[in-house]
Every structure is written in C-alpha cells, then in structure tokens.
C-alpha cells in the first residue's frame, strides 16, 4: 500500500484553492492499494478509482435530522489511515468516531475491506441519545459524467430493470427499490470499467443531486416513500453494507500525472450569443457596515415576510441600502391580502419597484392562483413593476412543480445554494459546472420566459425542506435580524475568502445562458455580504463590481486546456469591437496563462485579472431568450 498526503488527480479533476477547503480535506490521504485508489477526507472515502478510471465518487455514512440537517461526523483518530492493517491478501481500515456536536447522538465504525477486485464498506451505528433522524447510513454518490450511460437494477424480489443515468436533470428518481446497480464507466482513450454495486441492510434508491448543484447521483437508504422523521432510542443499531466489484476493458489505465501549469486559452464564439445578465445582491439581513454597493449594481433583492413583526423595518432597510436603485421585492405569503399593506407602503412611499415576486409560504412556489390576485393588486395600485413567478427555493422545486407552472405566462424565478448537502470546497468547486447544467434545463422548462437567478447564497438562507418551525423576529425593529441571520448555519467562513473571486467568476460564466435576464449573489454588507463586517470590500464584491459594470456586453466565452482557468469576455462597443476580458485561477496551483490578444499572465491559486484584449472578437449575429 501507497498513502499520500493529499488526493490523487484523476483525469478532468481540478483541485479547489487552499482557502476554499474544510480542514477535513486540507488533510485528505490518498490510500493506493493494488489496482485501488481511495482518497480519505476525514471519515469520507471520496475519488474510488479503479485501473485509473473514477468509478465512484464518495461512499458515505450521513446522519440527517428531523430537519434534513447533516450532522458532522467526528473521528476518533487525526491520522485515518492509522488504522490499516492487512490480513492474508485482505487491506482493511477501520474509522470510527460519533455522530453529532459536544457528545452526539451516536457513535459509529467504517470498515473498508480491499482484496482483488473488490471493495467493501460496511457502516454500524448504534444511538447513544435519543433523537429524530430522517436519515441514517450509507450513501454512494456517482459522478456526473455518468449522465446518458444505461445501468442495470436488481431489485429485492431478484428482478431486473434496465434504465439511463438521467442526461436532462431528473426530478425525481432515476431509480427505487435497489439492492444491486451495475454500470460501465468510459473514459476517451478507451478504457472502460465495469462495475457492480451491492446492498445490504436497508432498500435503497437513487436521485439527482444536479438539482441542488451536487456534481452526483446519490444512492441512499431508506426510501423517501416510508415516513419520516424516525425516533430513535439510545441503544437502536443500524448495521448497513456496500460491495463493490471492479473489471477494467480496452486500453491501458489514463496517466494520472499532474496536469501542466503552462495552460493556453482562447476567447470563442458562444453558439448563440448572450448578454451579461445584470448583477445584483441582496439587502444585508444582519449587521451591516452602512458602505453603499457599487452604482453599476442592479435592482437591490429584499426578501419579505409581512407575517412578521419587522417587516417594515426590513423595507426601510432595503430602500436605504439601494440608494437609488429600484427594488426587486420577493414576497413570502399566506394568502395574496398580506400583500395589500406592503403594497400600500410602497405606493405611498413612492418606491420603485423593478420586479415583484409572490411565493407561497407553505410550497415556496408562485402558486398561479396567487400571482393573479398579486396582479390586480398592483393594477388597483397602479404599480407597474414585472410580476416574477418561479420559486424562493431551489431549482429542485422548479424542476418538480414545471407542468403547475405552465399555467404562469411571466418571467421566472429560482434561488442556488452549492451547499444543500455538502459544505466541502470540492463541492464548491464542482458545483459550477453543475449550475450551467441546471440553469440551461430551467431555460427549457422557461421556453420563452426570463430568468431571474438568485439569491445565490454560499449556505442555504432558509431551510426549504424543514420539518420544524422557522425562528421568526418577534420585535418590529433590526436588532435580532431577519431571513438567514435567523438561520443555524447561513454564514460560512469563506464569503470573504479571496478565492471566491475566482468562483463567483466562473458562476457568472456557467449562468450567462441566453434567456437569463437577472443573477444575485449574497448580500450586501456584513458577514453573508460583499462588503465584510469591517467594511472592506471582498474579493467576490469586487469581481462582481467588475462584472456589473458590463452588464449587457456581448458575452464571448473562454475556452482552455485547463479546468482551472475561468472566464469570458466582453464586447463592450460593438462598433469598435473594443473588448474587456476578466480571468481567473479556480485551481491550487499557479498557473502562466497565454491567450491570443492580451499578455501573457501569471495567475496565483484564486486570483482574478481583468485584461484588456487587443484582438477583435467576432460577434454572433442575435441575442436570443430560453430556447423553447
């Protein structure tokens, strides 16, 4: 056995920059054991290869509570690797730790069996406190690449079904009632895998995690069908196993040597052209720093609850923020009357509202029946601001409710959070590709419809999927806060890291699809905002600022050899053919850049350039909606 210090690459793969990681993966230790590879990243065995090939991409153990919260799991070991020994031909580690913060709720053991073509993962959970899960065992997660491949289930009873890893985001499962999957994973130069996945101790079944922009398929225990949330009493064991059995075809394994640093990109024209969709943000729900965003900004989003004692105070807040832009207002409703009062204020304030969304409370949706009577609320008022349906909640949501949604005829709206079941900086990373998947398949179910895509948050601003009542302001003024400053969990460290430059700029990149008028990130000031607690402007503010400032410029997409290197350009006087590039460095290593038309660059891990091209770049001839 082999164990290195940090993951392995694996063709495609791109390692996030360091202050975009959890601890648990700044000390990931790739195992190679025979034709094996496994990356520890704390109790998570993440990046199986098999003869070169990713195979699968995480097999977990998760603990999810009554509110579909993930409880951390804690190892008892600093050094997991600690723990191996062999046994005859037989590599076996065993992890172990508990469930849950101070004490948890439980304690668990991992062990990885290797020997041959073989893998196995069994997982045993015995409850130390009582408490209600919603979810308890094992997952195994299937990169995205699979999407279009056939696999085969065998269900319980011995039968057999043939089925596709959905291309188009599936809404619902791809596949119920598992007990054994097999598949062929492909790369280009002609090696294949074939592999086969069996199940014990519970009925698993399969959903598309690219609905929340998790670069996954997800296998999980204990169908969705049986109720939830489930008591558990100290004492109840859960005892569950996964086997996984390899067989490599073709060619010779892919060399998983490091990718070259001296990369080359090329500024192309995107098949149809689109504009930058205009740039906004959100009103700050904490503290703020009282800094105004940056004038190039678009309409400043106010989410608002007028079921709560403040919601005055929010508006007001929202007004000052946006200096003198207009409001894009988003209303959480009971019934359309809630939105009489607001409604009034804003007419007798004379606030300007740009667009207006109304979401259901109970669904997070715009049910139909509520947008109509939303309208003849602004008719009487003689307000004229955009009517916006959609969702306040993912493009899960979306995706589900799209046949209720074609009785609306208006834009549409969804939020986008990458980390809805995972906070790990690979996530992050990886979940930018999966944003321009999920925004292209709302651009189909939109037809001819704008989108409007936000708020984009790091952590999710409210708990779309929650079992328990939210916490809600009881005061009418701002000092508890409001929205996601109420949420467990809606900061994250890394809204002010200076790698999120980089990231937001690759967002905007996957986003720019023809048909998406609007994106939003974060919020303006404080410790969700692009303006830090301190009043420093962060480095994701300024690459928006830069972003902002060419809103409608004819996006002209980069390409490169290279998945860390991100960006466009834009065509900012057509007459000219003057552009402006901005690019930036997603990866954790230095990277010298050379691109027709600017010089040469030198890109540090998480770095953003904006460069100005002396080439003239072709301009597509149309600007086009969301293809029908």
Not at 73 to 99: C, I, K, Q, W, Y
Not at 127 to 153: D, E
Not at 195 to 214: C, I, P, Y
Request: charged share 20%; proline share 6%.
């Amino acid at each position: 056995m082999e164990i290195l210090s940090a993951s392995r690459d694996y063709p495609g793969m791109n390692r996030p920059p360091a202050d975009l990681l959890l601890e648990r993966e700044a000390s990931a230790q790739t195992l190679v054991i025979g034709p094996w590879s496994v990356t520890l990243r704390g109790p998570e065995i993440d990046d199986i290869v098999y003869d070169g090939v990713l195979v699968v991409r995480s097999i977990r153990l998760v603990v999810r509570d009554q509110d579909w919260g993930t409880l951390l799991m804690h190892l008892d070991s600093s050094d997991p690797a600690a723990g191996f020994h062999t046994v005859g031909d037989r590599s076996e580690l065993t992890l172990s730790g508990r469930a849950g913060l101070d004490d948890g709720v439980g304690v668990w053991t991992l062990t990885i069996g290797i020997e041959g073509s073989t893998l196995r993962v069994r997982a045993r959970v015995e409850a130390t406190a009582r408490f209600r899960r919603n979810r308890l065992g094992l997952i195994v997660l299937h990169p995205p690449g699979l999407a279009g491949q056939p696999f085969t289930v065998e269900h319980p009873d011995g039968s057999a079904e043939h089925a596709v890893f959905p291309k188009r985001i599936s809404p619902h499962q791809p596949a119920r009632d598992i007990r054994g999957l097999s598949w062929r994973s492909d790369v280009q130069n002609g090696t294949a895998v074939d592999s086969v996945l069996r199940f014990s101790g519970d009925v698993f079944e399969m959903e598309d995690q690219r609905n929340w922009t998790d670069a996954s398929f997800k296998i999980y225990s204990t169908p969705l069908s049986k109720p939830f949330p489930v008591e558990l009493a100290p004492g109840t064991v859960v005892d569950q196993a996964v086997e996984l059995r390899c067989a490599s075809t073709g060619c010779s394994a892919p060399d998983m040597t490091d990718t070259p640093t001296r990369v080359k990109g090329s500024f192309g024209d995107a098949d149809a052209t689109v504009r930058v969709p205009v740039v906004s943000t959100s009103v700050s729900s904490g503290a703020i720093t009282g800094q105004p965003i940056p004038p190039a900004f678009g309409p400043l989003v106010c989410e608002l609850d007028p079921g709560t004692a403040n919601w005055q105070a929010v508006l007001d807040r929202a007004v000052t923020e946006s200096g003198r832009r207009p409001l894009d207002l988003r209303l959480i409703l009971d019934s359309h009357a809630q939105a009489a009062s607001v409604l009034d204020r804003v007419r007798d304030a004379g606030i300007e509202l740009a667009r207006i969304g109304a979401f259901s409370r109970l669904t997070h949706l715009s049910e139909p029946e509520l947008l109509a009577d939303v309208q003849r609320l602004l008719d009487a008022r003689g307000i004229g601001a955009e009517l916006v349906g959609g969702t306040r909640a993912h493009f899960t949501e979306l995706n589900r409710n799209a046949d209720r949604l074609e009785r609306w005829g208006g834009s549409l709206a969804f939020s986008m959070t990458p980390f809805m079941h995972d906070r790990g900086g690979h996530q992050l990373v990886e979940s930018i590709a999966m944003q321009r998947i999920v925004v292209e398949d709302a651009c189909a179910i939109a037809h001819d419809r704008s989108l409007h895509v936000g708020p984009i948050t790091l952590a999710a601003r409210f708990n779309a999927v929650a079992t328990s009542a939210p916490q809600v302001p009881t005061s009418d003024t701002l000092d508890d806060g409001f929205g996601a400053e109420l949420v467990a969990g809606a900061t994250d460290r890394r809204q002010s890291a200076s790698s999120l430059g980089a990231w937001v700029l690759a967002s905007v990149a996957a986003l720019a699809v023809a048909g998406v008028e609007s994106v939003s990130y974060f919020e303006t000031s404080g410790t969700r905002g692009l303006i830090d607690g301190v009043g420093r402007v962060t480095a994701a503010g300024e690459v928006l600022g830069w972003i902002a400032e060419l809103s409608g410029g004819t996006v002209v997409p980069l390409t490169a050899d290279h998945p860390a290197l991100v960006g466009f350009a834009v065509l900012t006087d057509g007459a000219s053919g003057e552009s402006v590039g901005i690019v930036g460095n997603l990866g954790d290593t230095p990277l010298a850049v050379a691109i027709d038309g600017i010089d040469d660059l030198s890109l540090e891990p998480g770095a953003v350039r904006r460069v100005a091209i002396r080439v003239a770049l072709r301009k597509a001839a149309d600007v086009g909606v969301c293809p029908g």
